[in-house]
């Protein structure tokens, strides 16, 4: 069996199955998160939620996958057809390859590279380019507008969310992911670096098109933005390229600040618990806050958006990193690159 898997088919088979064993269940997850966000919205506001579709309504993402699929795809006329299509494949295809780095246990990942947090941020970055093919394949003034919206607030916060991942390397001394979450076993970094966990979670919002940052979708000025001319499976995919990122982000600030897989604190009990148990408690907390935000606060101008990324979170991160490393190099505690 040694031999069979040091064979290039074998090692090909073993990372397949590693990429069926996180993106299987990432998908479900993702299913399940467009239900627990209805019926968390739903509790804020004393709605019901889903509650016909099976017990509890557990089937509905089940019947809203269904229904997409044999809806028709509408393709306007004046579209370009190649890019149209492109579009949402590419959103969707960047969000589940970025999870080939998420370590969810101790060298638990299906690619074990030393540059695990620069591929994040480069995969982060391209999918813009879903989103801006989309808006100009479609042929509309609105899903363009939508797209210009969205390249431009993704530029914006991107600039704070590297300052913020810099800081956080400095205390780890390594780009390794599993490296970062080992480097919290004593203290998590949302606790020593509280402003940064902050600014990184905001930054998320507005990464992922989230209220109340989804001016890209604005519904009272652009007609649902970018997406406006899709539908059936086409709309779908951008669907769950929003809520797989979602995920990931949320796997990303469990990751970078709330100690991974690691059990809060070391402390004794929860040791017992699985390390990937752990993880993906700690990625539906930061859902259930993604879903809150969206129940709490109302969308932003645009304006509003772009003073808070580039006037409020740029220099206030910039001064953080500064800070953070003036205080490593005081104290002695600069680590050693691994």
Same mark, same amino acid.
């Given at each position: 069996?040694?031999?069979?898997?040091?064979?290039?088919?074998?090692?090909?088979?073993?990372?397949? #199955?590693?990429? /069926?064993?996180?993106?299987?269940?990432?998908?479900?997850?993702?299913?399940?998160?467009?239900?627990?966000?209805?019926?968390?919205?739903?509790?804020?506001? &004393?709605?019901?939620?889903?509650?016909?579709?099976?017990?509890?309504?557990?089937?509905?993402?089940?019947?809203? *996958? #269904?229904?997409?699929?044999?809806?028709?795809?509408?393709?306007?006329?004046?579209?370009?057809?190649?890019?149209?299509?492109?579009?949402?494949?590419?959103?969707?295809?960047?969000?589940?390859?970025?999870?080939?780095?998420?370590?969810?246990?101790?060298?638990?990942?299906?690619?074990?590279?030393?540059?695990?947090?620069?591929?994040?941020?480069?995969?982060?970055?391209?999918?813009?380019?879903?989103?801006? #093919?989309?808006?100009?394949?479609?042929?509309?003034?609105? *899903?363009?507008?939508?797209?210009?919206?969205?390249?431009?607030?993704?530029?914006?916060?991107?600039?704070?969310?590297?300052?913020?991942?810099?800081?956080?390397?400095?205390?780890?001394?390594?780009?390794? &992911?599993?490296?970062?979450? %080992?480097?919290?076993?004593?203290?998590?970094?949302?606790?020593?670096?509280?402003?940064?966990?902050?600014?990184?979670?905001?930054?998320?919002?507005?990464?992922?098109?989230?209220?109340?940052?989804?001016?890209?979708?604005?519904?009272?000025?652009?007609?649902?933005?970018?997406?406006?001319?899709?539908?059936?499976?086409?709309?779908?995919?951008?669907?769950?390229?929003?809520?797989?990122?979602?995920?990931?982000?949320?796997?990303?600030?469990?990751?970078?600040?709330?100690?991974?897989?690691?059990?809060?604190?070391?402390?004794?009990?929860?040791?017992? #618990?699985?390390?990937?148990?752990? &993880?993906?408690?700690?990625?539906?907390?930061?859902?259930?806050?993604? %879903?809150?935000?969206?129940?709490?606060?109302?969308?932003?101008?645009?304006?509003?958006?772009?003073? %808070?990324?580039?006037?409020?979170? %740029?220099?206030?991160? /910039?001064?953080?990193?500064?800070?953070?490393?003036?205080?490593?190099? &005081?104290?002695?505690?600069?680590?050693? *690159?691994?």
């Amino acid at each position: 069996m040694d031999a069979f898997l040091n064979t290039s088919f074998g090692i090909t088979i073993l990372t397949f #199955i590693e990429a /069926l064993a996180i993106i299987v269940p990432v998908l479900i997850l993702m299913a399940y998160v467009t239900y627990a966000e209805r019926k968390v919205l739903a509790a804020m506001q &004393l709605r019901k939620g889903p509650n016909i579709v099976g017990p509890f309504g557990l089937f509905q993402p089940f019947a809203d *996958a #269904i229904k997409m699929m044999f809806k028709e795809t509408v393709v306007p006329s004046g579209a370009n057809k190649v890019l149209f299509f492109l579009g949402p494949m590419l959103t969707f295809g960047l969000a589940v390859l970025a999870w080939a780095v998420i370590p969810v246990n101790d060298g638990w990942a299906i690619a074990k590279i030393n540059v695990g947090v620069l591929y994040l941020f480069a995969i982060s970055s391209l999918g813009v380019y879903g989103v801006i #093919i989309a808006g100009w394949a479609s042929n509309s003034k609105y *899903a363009f507008l939508g797209a210009l919206r969205s390249a431009a607030q993704m530029v914006s916060y991107e600039v704070s969310m590297g300052f913020v991942m810099v800081t956080v390397l400095l205390c780890v001394g390594s780009l390794n &992911l599993n490296d970062v979450v %080992l480097a919290q076993q004593h203290i998590w970094f949302c606790i020593p670096l509280f402003p940064m966990f902050v600014i990184f979670f905001i930054s998320t919002l507005a990464e992922t098109n989230r209220s109340p940052f989804d001016l890209p979708e604005g519904e009272s000025e652009i007609v649902a933005g970018f997406f406006v001319e899709y539908s059936a499976m086409a709309f779908a995919l951008f669907f769950l390229g929003e809520y797989t990122n979602m995920i990931l982000m949320s796997a990303m600030t469990s990751i970078l600040f709330l100690g991974g897989w690691l059990a809060p604190f070391g402390i004794e009990p929860f040791t017992w #618990i699985p390390g990937p148990i752990w &993880l993906i408690l700690k990625i539906v907390l930061v859902l259930f806050f993604f %879903l809150w935000t969206r129940a709490t606060f109302p969308r932003y101008r645009y304006d509003q958006l772009m003073r %808070l990324g580039w006037k409020v979170f %740029l220099p206030l991160s /910039l001064l953080w990193l500064v800070l953070t490393a003036g205080a490593l190099m &005081l104290f002695g505690w600069l680590p050693h *690159a691994v």
